[in-house]
Structure formats: structure tokens, C-alpha cells
């Protein structure tokens, strides 16, 4: 794997910041946000330069029940070919559930969500990621992720099913030491023990991030300073194995440039303090991350070939232990059981259906509130024309929408079945607001009616004839 060094995330709000920014060696861009004809001038500029640029997938939703879908993976695959990037990177989470697999309405989080560490979601997991490195040019990368939630009856630790995943794909790590942290504090999990269980050696990069306190929880929220803590943990991993790539995540609220330097620098001082850890050990005779456990070796030795993406040439571990063929495939029984159990907790977060068995009640209220607030806010940002006709009253008018109506597209779509929803009410109450929706909405649902085929249409006679 070649070395990273240090990056930031991209985004277009302070691409500028980064052009002017000293020690930048490496960017990563959200895959969904970048178009692979029409590429910033930032990032063209940065490229130029000899800035390495990686996509960062969202949507996939790898660890789901259903099968990576082709035209995602396609794209995908575009983004990196256009960017020129050594790899991709993707979430161990599910984003959407139900369909046909589970005879149940579609539903999309707009959220990363976690995935039961049992032996049917790692299978499950295990043949999606397969599926995914096959159709990418590049090696692929999943990152664990930050959760409020537990599952019940789960079977392994994070760094167990990270290390089985390792072991059976040969995938590589993106490793983020700010979820450690909110798992930490969240589900009570202990970051030490995650990293001594990982396979350090496929490790690709880290994410550092930072978040903040409320409802009794952590929440990753990429939008505050990096906390010392998340900083400790970075510290404790550069003290087990020298990282690829570190890279600071910052997605709203930005500070100036110089509080971002700040905080890399930061970030190089807690790597530069674990590996003059680490060279201590060596030097004292001690072998690298002697007694941590599991991250210090592989029962395959190097044959993880890192450098190819792929996985051990002896194939898959089935459910039952034994080593199935190469095109082994979980049963579809897992899928469906894997399918249900998350439809059923999607449904309780965004549909307001029964709370599954063995969850916490409290802990998904809050989690449902999270989702919601987050749903209010990017429709905001990708439709910010409706917060301006709304007012102050658009975020308590979405929140309102968004407990009748979950999630079924994408954020985009969902602007415009808010928008239209609020038209078949007759709101706002304001005329003129009214007027200003009606217009919006009508320039953008296009001549043909978008999904709920009946219903946009009905709804499109009747506002045409106002």
C-alpha cells in the first residue's frame, strides 16, 4: 500500500482552504458529490499539483441484505478511474431496507446504520464485498462506523468481525479512531481491545473527526474540534503500526483555516508521539504490539495480498466453519433473516412501527430524532431555495412531514415530496410563500411525474390550474 501521509477531507466550502493549505499530501471526496465529467477546478488544480485524491462512498450500503446494486458500483468505479485514485473506500453499515427480499416497503435512512456483528451479517457482508472489489479498478476500503445503537444477540467484538471480514475477503481497514471513540462512549466498547483485535497490517488510512455530547450520547459529528480522546486513540494505534494515511474529516460548521491547521497538527503530533512508541519497543528488543492480541499477526501470514484487494486464495469460511468454495455464496435464508431484522429497525426509526425485541427504547428515540434532524438538514442544503420561502417554519414543517412520510429516495426527492406534500395541504398559510412553492416544485418535478406515479400526477393537474 503506498503511503497517504497526511489529508483532509474535501469539500467544497473550504476547497480553497485546502488549495492554500501547507502539508497537504492527500485529499478524499465524497464519491456521490463529485461528477466524473465535471470535476471541480479545485480538485483538477489539485491533481495538477500531485495531490492524491480518493472517493469516498456513502451509499452503497455494503453491509445491507441485498446485494450491492450495479449501477452504484458502476458509478463508483467512474468516480475512481476519473480521479486517478489508488483506492475507494465504502462503510460497513446499511442505509436502506426492505423490498423484495422481505416482502416490505423500501426505506432509506439517509443515515449510516450499524450491522449486527452475527455470523449471517458477516456472510452476508462477506459476499458484498467480494461483489464490490470485483466490479471497482481500484482496492476497496470499508470503514467502521460510528453507532448509538446496539444490536441484541450479537456474536462477535468490532475488531473480531472486522478481523473475520480481513481474513475471508482480504479487503483493507479505513479505520476511524473518532467512531472508536463514540462506541466508547455509546455502547461502552474499549478502543484498546478493537485495535489489539484488528489485522493492523490492512490497515489503507485513518479518519480523525470530531462531535459532541447530548441526549446522553456521543454524537460523530464532524462538525466540532477533534477531542482528546479521539486524538489518544490515534496515538495508541501509531503506537501498534505506523498508519498509511491520516486524514481529518470536517463536513459542516467549518472553522477558519487556521483552526483546521491547528488541528492537523495536532493530529501529526499524535501520530509522531505513538510512533516514538512504537520505535521505543522495537528498540528495547520488544516485537512490534507484542502481547495485544489478535492485530499483532495473521494466522496467513502476508497472504492477505493487500496489494491486489482481493481476498486469501482459500476462500470463504462458511457459517459452519468450513472452508466453502471461491463462488460460494451465504444462503439466501441469511440474506432474508439479515433483511428482516433490519427492515424491522428501520421501520422503528423512521416509520414509527413497534421497537424490535432487545433494543434499547430509549436509545432509539434518540436515534429516530438524530435521523430526522439530519433528513431536515440536508434537504435544506440541497434544496436551500425552501428554507427561504418557509422561513422558521421550515424545519418544524419538515420534522411534521418526515413522521408521516419516511424516507423512500434519495434526499432530492425527498425535497420535492415535501414540497409536494405541503401543496395538497394547502400550506404555507401564506399566500405568498404558497405561490413561491408552487413555482419551485413545478420547475422541478418535470414534465413526467416522479415516483408515487398516481399521486404526483393528480397532484400536478390540480396545481397547474392555480
Known amino acids: 500500500m503506498a503511503l497517504l501521509g497526511t489529508g483532509i477531507g474535501w469539500r467544497p466550502e473550504i476547497a480553497d482552504a485546502v488549495e492554500d493549505m501547507p502539508g497537504i499530501d492527500w485529499v478524499e471526496v465524497v464519491a456521490e458529490n463529485v461528477c466524473p465529467g465535471h470535476l471541480p477546478e479545485s480538485?483538477?488544480?489539485?491533481?495538477?499539483?500531485?495531490?492524491?485524491?480518493?472517493?469516498?462512498?456513502?451509499?452503497?450500503?455494503?453491509?445491507?441484505?441485498?446485494?450491492?446494486?450495479?449501477?452504484?458500483?458502476?458509478?463508483?468505479?467512474?468516480?475512481?478511474?476519473?480521479?486517478?485514485?489508488?483506492?475507494?473506500?465504502?462503510?460497513?453499515?446499511?442505509?436502506?431496507?426492505?423490498?423484495?427480499?422481505?416482502?416490505?416497503?423500501?426505506?432509506?435512512?439517509?443515515?449510516?446504520?450499524?450491522?449486527?456483528r452475527t455470523r449471517d451479517a458477516l456472510d452476508v457482508l462477506c459476499e458484498n464485498v467480494?461483489?464490490?472489489?470485483?466490479?471497482?479498478?481500484?482496492?476497496?476500503?470499508?470503514?467502521?462506523?460510528?453507532?448509538l445503537i446496539s444490536w441484541p444477540g450479537e456474536e462477535m467484538t468490532e475488531g473480531q468481525f472486522l478481523y473475520d471480514l480481513v481474513d475471508r475477503t482480504g479487503v483493507r481497514l479505513l479505520i476511524d479512531v473518532a467512531n472508536l471513540h463514540t462506541n466508547h462512549v455509546n455502547r461502552g466498547e474499549d478502543p484498546a481491545k478493537a485495535l489489539a483485535e484488528l489485522p493492523l497490517e490492512a490497515i489503507a488510512y485513518v479518519h480523525v473527526a470530531g462531535g459532541f455530547a447530548r441526549d446522553g450520547v456521543w454524537h460523530d459529528s464532524h462538525a466540532h474540534p477533534v477531542p482528546r480522546p479521539v486524538l489518544d486513540i490515534?496515538?495508541?494505534?501509531?503506537?501498534?503500526?505506523?498508519?498509511?494515511?491520516?486524514?481529518?474529516?470536517?463536513?459542516?460548521?467549518?472553522?477558519?483555516?487556521?483552526?483546521?491547521?491547528?488541528?492537523l497538527t495536532e493530529i501529526r503530533a499524535a501520530v509522531a508521539s505513538g510512533s516514538a512508541a512504537r520505535a521505543r519497543a522495537e528498540g528495547d528488543g520488544g516485537r512490534l504490539g507484542a502481547g495485544r492480541g489478535r492485530g499483532t499477526g495473521h494466522p496467513q501470514g502476508d497472504g492477505v495480498?493487500?496489494?491486489?484487494?482481493?481476498?486469501?486464495?482459500?476462500?470463504?469460511?462458511?457459517?459452519?466453519?468450513?472452508?466453502?468454495?471461491?463462488?460460494?455464496?451465504?444462503?439466501?435464508a441469511a440474506r432474508q433473516r439479515v433483511g428482516l431484522a433490519q427492515a424491522a429497525l428501520l421501520s422503528a426509526l423512521v416509520a414509527g412501527t413497534p421497537v424490535p425485541e432487545g433494543f434499547d427504547r430509549a436509545r432509539l428515540r434518540v436515534q429516530a430524532r438524530a435521523l430526522a434532524g439530519k433528513r431536515a438538514d440536508v434537504v435544506a442544503k440541497v434544496a436551500p431555495e425552501l428554507p427561504v420561502i418557509l422561513g422558521d417554519a421550515y424545519r418544524r414543517a419538515f420534522l411534521a412531514y418526515a413522521q408521516r412520510q419516511p424516507m423512500t429516495g434519495g434526499y432530492r426527492h425527498d425535497a420535492l415530496a415535501f414540497a409536494e406534500d405541503l401543496l395538497r395541504r394547502e400550506q404555507p398559510a401564506n399566500a405568498r410563500a404558497r405561490r413561491e412553492l408552487r413555482a419551485w416544485w413545478l420547475e422541478r418535478s418535470g414534465p413526467a411525474p416522479r415516483p408515487r406515479a398516481r399521486l404526483a400526477r393528480a397532484t400536478r393537474k390540480v396545481l397547474l390550474r392555480r
Open 130 to 147: 467480494r461483489i464490490a472489489q470485483d466490479a471497482l479498478p481500484v482496492p476497496l476500503a470499508v470503514e467502521n462506523i460510528a453507532a
Open 305 to 332: 495480498r493487500l496489494d491486489a484487494g482481493r481476498g486469501p486464495e482459500a476462500g470463504p469460511v462458511g457459517t459452519d466453519g468450513a472452508r466453502a468454495g471461491a463462488g460460494a455464496r451465504p444462503a439466501d
Open 43 to 116: 480538485l483538477l488544480r489539485l491533481r495538477r499539483r500531485g495531490v492524491t485524491v480518493v472517493p469516498h462512498g456513502v451509499a452503497l450500503g455494503l453491509g445491507g441484505a441485498d446485494r450491492p446494486d450495479e449501477g452504484r458500483l458502476t458509478a463508483l468505479a467512474e468516480r475512481a478511474e476519473a480521479l486517478g485514485a489508488p483506492l475507494v473506500t465504502e462503510h460497513i453499515a446499511f442505509v436502506r431496507a426492505g423490498g423484495p427480499l422481505t416482502a416490505s416497503p423500501r426505506l432509506e435512512a439517509g443515515h449510516l446504520l450499524p450491522v449486527p
Open 234 to 263: 490515534l496515538t495508541d494505534l501509531a503506537s501498534r503500526v505506523a498508519p498509511p494515511g491520516v486524514l481529518l474529516e470536517r463536513d459542516e460548521n467549518f472553522p477558519e483555516p487556521a483552526e483546521l491547521r491547528r488541528e
